[in-house]
C-alpha cells in the first residue's frame, strides 16, 4: 500500500510541476495487476515536448477500466515530464 500511496504522491507532483506534452502510444499490454478493478498498463509511448526531439520511453500507470480501450497504438495522449528526469512521465 506505501508503494500506490509514493505512486500517488509523486503524480500529484508532475500534475503540478510537469512540463505538458504529447506522447504517441506506440505499445500497450496490460500487467495482470489491477488497483480498485482498475488495470495497471505497461505504455511504450514516443513523447513530444517543445524544445525537445521526440524519444521513447516505457512507462506502467493505472488506467481506468473505462478508458483502457482508448490506449491503442498510434493513439495520441497527453502527458506531464518530470523537468528533473525526462524518462518520468504521467499521463494525464
Known amino acids: 500500500m506505501l508503494d500506490m500511496a509514493k505512486q500517488a504522491l509523486e503524480a500529484r507532483r508532475l500534475l503540478q510541476v510537469g512540463r505538458r506534452g504529447l506522447a504517441t502510444v506506440v505499445a500497450v499490454r496490460q500487467t495482470g495487476v489491477n488497483v480498485d478493478d482498475n488495470p495497471q498498463a505497461e505504455l511504450r509511448l514516443q513523447v513530444s515536448v517543445d524544445g525537445v526531439d521526440p524519444y521513447e520511453v516505457t512507462h506502467r500507470q493505472v488506467i481506468s477500466r473505462v478508458a ?16 528533473h528526469d525526462p524518462r518520468n512521465v504521467l499521463v494525464a
Open 68 to 83: 483502457i480501450d482508448s490506449f491503442w497504438p498510434g493513439a495520441k495522449v497527453p502527458i506531464r515530464v518530470d523537468p
